[in-house]
């Protein structure tokens, strides 16, 4: 995964997509995803077409949602869940889960890359994270 370790902090490089976004190859549940680094985004979530492949269970949340583009018309949640962005593992983690079409459809036009879903503040807050373009990695602190 390359990972470095300073000053308790953990980081691991980046990518930045064409589109401007950032994605991190991450482990959701023990199993390979790439993810968006979304410092505009209140919460991680799963895009709904990869809940089997990382074995999500899922409930329905019936509070309204939006994102950034359109509001979200389905909005699932679930508990219980790790990823390990920076080469150890959150666990318990809550996602919410909903339709990622509309996101990776847009990234479809210039890159060839499909999203599993996207680490929101509720990680990078409770983490310290970090984001250094220039060295195009993201730090999260490990003693909390």
Known sequence: MGV???NNYQSKK????KSGHLVA???VNGL???LIIDTGASNSCIDLNSVEKFKIKIENYDEQASSATEKIKKMYI????SIDI???SIE???LFVFDMNHINETLKENESIKIHGIIGNDIMSKH????????KKIYLKLDL
């Open 92 to 94: 318990n983690l809550k």
């Open 25 to 27: 190859d991450s482990l």
């Open 14 to 17: 980046f990518e930045i997509l």
């Open 78 to 81: 679930s508990k219980e869940n």
């Open 86 to 88: 920076v080469g150890f």
């Open 4 to 6: 470095e370790k300073r």
């Open 32 to 34: 390979s995803a790439k």
């Open 128 to 135: 310290e994270a970090i984001v250094s373009f220039s060295e």
